[in-house]
């Protein structure tokens, strides 16, 4: 399979600080993949760089085959808006729009025809099972759907790769399976990489690959392969507990 991500020497400083260090890392085209580690291995920070939302200090960082060192600011931010998406913690979702609103913001300010807005929105809506609140305000829907709503408007510009930060940290168990048990779909369906932070051997072990980081620095990764996903769960557990407590 293509690689979407690869990096070569990755090392990000803040001051005398370093918080990535010389990171070699490959991300195929399709995979969905999590990124572990405890408080202060540097996995905020490896993901606001590949996601362009921060620099590096030195090494590269291609995505697509591009490398961001050739981009400049205005096509670095194009880039950002045409091929990647986000889903957070927090939502993210505007108060006074509507579910619809928000989930389609994204191509209106690109300046999407209409036609075309709608038959995306269709088939998300569809996929993540939110047809029935597109009218409503965020106010007035559960933390899941919200949640979902964050997913869709993340994915309806059709992006290369999106990011998602602890996105289920706001959720209560049901509603944070639901929303694992949909990305996967996505991710299965439209072929979308989706690379994950997250604290939570359970939501990691929806993924079909585990990096581990400690000190800025790759210490160990996992693939799922034939593992069902309380066999892969165990052994996340097993390296996050050898990995030491504090992995928020």
Known sequence: MAKIIQTKNLSKSYG?????????????HGEFTAIMGPSGSGKTTLMNTLSTIDNFNSGDVWIEGKS????????????????IGFI???????????????????LSLQKTPVQEMEHRLAKLIAALNIESILHQYPSEISGG?????????????????????????????????????QIQFLNKTFKTTVLM???????????????????GKIVNEMFKGELSEKEFFDRILTIQSAMGSDQR
């Open 16 to 28: 005398k600080t370093q918080v990535l260090k010389n990171i070699d890392l490959s991300i195929e």
């Open 68 to 83: 961001l060192l050739d981009l400049k600011r205005k096509a670095l931010r194009e880039f950002r808006q045409k091929r």
């Open 88 to 106: 957070f913690q927090d939502f993210n979702l505007l108060d006074t729009l509507t579910v619809k609103e928000n989930i389609l913001l994204p």
């Open 145 to 181: 759907q919200k949640q979902r709503t964050a997913a869709a408007r993340a994915i309806i510009t059709n992006p290369a790769i999106v990011f998602a930060d602890e996105p289920t940290g706001s959720l209560d168990s049901r509603s944070a399976t639901q929303l694992l048990e």
């Open 197 to 215: 932070i997250t604290h939570d051997p359970y939501a990691a072990s929806h993924c079909q690959r585990v990096i581990f980081l400690r000190d």
